[in-house]
């Protein structure tokens, strides 16, 4: 169901949006910075760094059912920028699941780092 942050406006986010937003953002940031990343930054780096960093802060404010439906909608939208260089066109499922596990891997390397629980 979605839910409205525009007061008494009519317009409503769905969690699904929020995370296309969040993904836009952060591939903004990565791929457009204001200020331009120094040369021997991964970029691949930075979109997990920054995707970790969503993935442990929304479900913190928006909840779980919330987050689940935004992250999942983020990650997709970073995969298929990462997998064919386009947000739009979805790359294969088993490189999906590779990077699903390339990704996780990381996150649990972040976490262990940074000892969050």
Do not use: C
């Amino acid at each position: 169901m979605p839910w409205n942050i525009f007061g008494d406006r009519k317009e409503s986010v769905t969690p699904e949006h929020l995370g296309r937003m969040m993904a836009d953002q952060i591939l903004k940031e990565v791929f457009q910075p204001a200020k331009p990343l120094p040369v021997a930054d991964n970029k691949v780096e930075w979109l997990l760094i920054k995707t970790f960093i969503m993935t442990n802060v929304v479900p913190r404010v928006f909840g779980q059912a919330v987050a689940d439906k935004a992250l999942r909608a983020l990650h997709q939208q970073v995969w298929n920028v990462l997998l064919t260089g386009d947000a739009s066109r979805e790359g294969s499922r088993d490189d999906v699941t590779e990077l699903n596990a390339k990704a996780g891997l990381r996150y649990r390397e972040i976490t262990t780092r940074l000892e969050i629980s």
